[in-house]
């Protein structure tokens, strides 16, 4: 991509998502998610996570406030034993790609993840999405695993994850808490 | 509203009945278009897209189905009395819906039969239409014969007024009917082992008039419509249909069948050795394009169909395979005497070990299923499922030591034999898991070094135990012959011929494990891998990460971190030093000998001789490996010593060929070029 036809990005704004915008957000943010998802996500999974973790969600809007990045996680005990963050969405608008924006959101998830003191990040993402691939990988992401025909459109993933401190990989269930995390791990994935 | 989104409700004035009359009148060549679409959508069913989005959008397929009916003679395009005039040519395809949902149904019933997963396998959702599935399948094959006959019979009588097309065409119907029954009779039930093997070679033949004459068919696209999916019950919004070609169909299609054909081979195994099914199995999930749910079902519905004895059965025969071939333990007449009646008498050994044995292969049963199990699901699956079985081998294992001590007790065998054979099982899974990573691309090019040191590891302790049963199998040997008794004698020869093939292939993963490795290393400190950042990541954590199915095992343990980052640290030091140190050449020559034995050996002595052909061919590419990591070692030796890294960087092109794109998927050679 040439600098000629990308637009500056000195004059971004990167701002954590509140409940309280919700109104002045929510459709943009649906906009720019459902824009390159073959199956659009209903308004009640775009709820599900920012309404409960709102902080984990963080926007990029150009000099005219408008939304040009998003990223979309969240942060819960997982039926493993680990306290799990998962990134559920990102997405940036096309002509702004390859500027390091999504790097950005994806750091700004990480540190309030880390800061609310997650074991580790996961998330999965198509085998064939170069971008995507290249970017939490060049941050530290390792695939854990292959998982065939994920998507509805029958594509196939890859997990990625992130450790964040030592021993997460030796955590062990703890019985009150199995299934639910992973219930709706699997809704959203 | 978005219709992307909202596309579950209707546009203002839309309806949400089709317009199209399902009783007019049809052309033979729509018939024949009708048909060769239906198998487009059949077959991208088959790859594990949902009825709905297939088969189900078919409006004649849709009016058999519902409203429901019960008996066969209700399921028509039309309810109630039959319309006056109604084509017989409808009545043609009538039969040809009815046997494909018929042929629907017991592919359902085939795949649910064993583990699958919904969805990533296949899609068994009927949104409560029932497949005809209690309709007894040789009445649908009564009415595809009488369909193929009608058509004969109107082809006899009228020679002089048909047309030379339609006559064409009349044929390219029979064809359609003809390769529907053969379809339905390979999916039936009740085949007789002995007919199975033929049945999929039936659908084969098949197929190529099929082919030739799906030019003459005119689609029509108004008898299909997406519309459908809104009255089917289901929870998600309407989704587009799945449209293969009717050329990636076919392909798709005969590849089907020859892997149903294939899969039943395992039938030739004609001796219950689990090692025998193991490389058959194994074989048979490696082949490219990957088998479809349906054909991995037609092997599992036959290998894994056992009871718990079944299995418990199999671990016996597996045990006799290595540690106990023609081994008093195992005697049958052990397992056929009855508990003294008094607790005073003294008890019969030959009971007591078969009590042992009993105990042992009960426990270890689940296991061993989950084992077999997760190698008949798709790789990615495979992969996943030993990841999450490998704990439990070791909890057995450890549970095992107790019961070779009380064996020992009773009988001069090799020490541990019980433990040694789940420690074998379990380090060959490890392996596995290391191995399906290199194939589905988990590791990154800058954790291969890493892994291949780490595999390298975990193939010579095997190596190392497998050694120790065959050393135990020549001392018995020897005793055995000086003894006289020619005929265990001779078991144990052969057993020794295979502990010996595991044993090459144990040897020759480490040492290519051990070149790749070293390869690798060379490569870091020439700086042709790219090294990623990883600003949010420590090394440490990467490690705990990527050892995390096996961080527990007690054996083997995990080297400590430490070990690792000494192993993979980037290189420092003269080249001369650095390419003495990680000797690349010392191990291609060793990994090489080592695989040429097992060609030595053959397929027979490796229990693959059913699967000789895919045997030899896994091997050579094996070899191959070994060849071209040679190859790429050299290519970057001779490298002036006073090239700085900039140079050396200009010298080369390094690319780390893809799955697929490898002589094996199992060692990701680089391919390295001198500009
Ligand atoms: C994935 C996505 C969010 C990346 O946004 P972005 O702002 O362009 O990302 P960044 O610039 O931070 O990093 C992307 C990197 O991938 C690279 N990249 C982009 N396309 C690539 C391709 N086809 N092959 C290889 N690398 C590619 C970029 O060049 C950049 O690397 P660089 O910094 O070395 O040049 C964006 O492409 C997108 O919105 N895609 C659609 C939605 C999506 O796929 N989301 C992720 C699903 S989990």
């Not at chain 2, 909890?395 to 064996?407: K, N, V, W």
């Not at chain 2, 399906?436 to 302790?461: K, T």
């Not at chain 2, 490795?517 to 790219?530: D, G, I, N, S």
Request: net charge negative.
């Amino acid at each position: 991509m040439t600098e000629s036809n990308s637009p500056a990005t000195d004059n971004l704004r990167y701002l954590q998502y509140d409940i309280s915008k919700e109104e002045e957000y929510l459709p943009s943010i649906r906009a720019l998610i459902g824009k390159d998802l073959s199956e659009p996500y209903s308004i009640y999974v775009y709820r599900y996570f920012l309404n409960q973790w709102g902080d984990l969600c963080f926007m990029t809007l150009d000099p005219s406030s408008v939304l040009i990045g998003v990223i979309v996680s969240k942060l819960e005990p997982h039926r493993s034993g680990t306290f799990r963050g998962y990134i559920a969405m990102l997405a940036v608008v096309d002509k702004y790609r390859g500027q390091g924006i999504a790097t950005k959101l994806v750091r700004m998830a990480i540190d309030a993840m880390k800061e609310r003191n997650a074991d580790e990040i996961v998330l999965e993402t198509e085998t064939d999405n170069a971008a995507s691939l290249k970017l939490y990988e060049r941050l530290g992401f390792l695939r854990s695993k292959k998982l065939h025909r994920y998507y509805l459109n029958g594509n196939t993933a890859y997990r990625l994850i992130l450790y964040l401190k030592p021993g997460t990989g030796l955590k062990r269930p703890e019985r009150d808490e199995a299934g639910m995390a992973a219930v709706t791990d699997e809704m959203y994935g | 509203m978005d219709p992307k989104m909202d596309s579950g409700f209707l546009k203002p004035g839309e309806t949400l009945d089709d317009n199209y009359d399902v009783s007019r009148a049809l052309l033979p060549e729509e018939v024949v278009g009708i048909m060769d679409q239906l198998l487009c959508y059949e077959v991208a069913w088959h790859h594990g897209y949902p009825l709905s989005q297939t088969l189900f959008t078919s409006i004649y397929i849709d009016r058999l189905l519902w409203p429901p009916s019960d008996c066969l003679s209700d399921a028509q395009f039309y309810r109630g009395i039959r319309p006056m005039g109604l084509h017989p040519l409808l009545d043609v395809l009538r039969s040809y819906c009815i046997a494909l949902i018929k042929c629907c149904d017991l592919t359902i019933e085939k795949v649910t039969s064993r583990d699958y997963y919904e969805e990533e396998d296949f899609s068994t959702h009927t949104y409560n239409r029932s497949l005809l599935h209690t309709v007894p399948h040789d009445k649908v094959l009564e009415l595809l014969r009488s369909s193929i006959e009608w058509l004969s019979n109107s082809r006899n009588r009228r020679p002089s007024e048909v047309h030379r097309t339609s006559r064409e065409l009349e044929e390219a119907l029979i064809n359609r009917l003809t390769f529907r029954e053969r379809m339905l009779l390979a999916v039936a039930p009740e085949q007789e082992i002995l007919d199975l093997a033929a049945v999929w070679p039936a659908v084969s033949a098949a197929l190529p008039p099929l082919e030739a004459t799906h030019s003459l068919g005119r689609p029509v696209p108004d008898s299909f419509s997406e519309k459908i999916q809104r009255r089917l019950a289901s929870t998600v919004p309407p989704r587009p249909t799945v449209d293969f070609t009717f050329a990636a169909a076919y392909t798709k299609l005969v590849q089907l069948c020859k892997d149903c054909e294939d899969a039943l081979r395992v039938l030739e195994i004609t001796t219950e050795s689990p090692q025998e099914h193991l490389s058959f199995i194994w074989m048979f999930s490696s082949r490219k394009p990957a088998p479809l749910a349906y054909a991995r079902s037609c092997l599992s519905s036959v290998f894994l169909a056992r009871t718990t004895e079944g299995f418990e059965q199999l671990i016996q025969t597996d045990l006799s395979e290595f540690v106990f071939p023609a081994d008093p333990v195992l005697d049958p007449v052990n397992f056929t005497l009855e508990a003294a009646q008094s607790s005073f008498a003294p008890q019969d050994k030959r009971l007591a070990m078969a009590t042992i044995i009993n105990e042992f292969t009960g426990r270890a049963a689940p296991q061993y299923f989950d084992m077999w199990n997760s190698l008949c699901q798709n790789r990615c699956r495979t992969r996943r499922m030993i990841c999450n079985n490998i704990p439990f081998i070791d909890d057995l294992q450890f549970a095992t030591e107790q019961l070779d001590d009380e064996l020992h007790d009773l009988t001069h065998t090799m020490r541990y034999p019980l433990s040694t054979w789940v420690y074998h099982m379990k380090l060959r899974m490890v392996e596995w898991v290391v191995q399906l990573g290199f194939e589905q691309e988990v590791y990154l090019p800058d954790e291969l070094a890493g892994m291949y040191w780490w595999l390298s590891q975990v193939a010579s302790l095997r190596a190392s135990v497998i050694e120790q049963v065959y050393n135990h199998l020549s001392r018995r040997h020897e005793i055995l012959s000086n003894g006289g008794e020619i005929e265990k004698a001779e078991t144990i020869r052969t057993t020794q011929a295979f502990v010996k093939a595991l044993m090459y292939e144990a040897t020759g993963t480490g040492a290519l494990a051990d070149a790749m490795y070293a390869l690798y290393m060379r490569l870091h400190y020439l700086q042709l891998v790219p090294i990623l950042s990883r600003p949010y990541s420590e090394s440490s954590l990467r490690y705990e990460l990527r050892m995390k199915p096996f961080l527990r095992l007690n054996p083997p343990q995990i080297p400590t971190f430490e070990a690792f980052e000494e192993a993979t640290r980037m290189p420092s030091g003269s080249q001369d030093d650095v390419f003495a140190k990680y000797d690349v050449e010392g191990s291609v020559k060793e990994a090489k000998e080592a695989w040429a034995a097992l060609k030595r050996l053959g397929a027979r002595a490796a229990k693959s001789e059913v699967v000789q052909a895919a045997w030899e061919k896994n091997l050579a590419s094996t070899i191959q490996s070994c060849i071209a990591c040679g190859i790429a070692a050299s290519t970057i030796s001779n490298i002036p010593k006073d090239a700085g890294t900039g140079r050396v960087k200009e010298m080369f092109q390094v690319e780390i060929p893809g799955e697929g794109k490898r002589y094996h998927d199992w060692w990701v050679v680089p391919k390295i070029k001198r500009n």
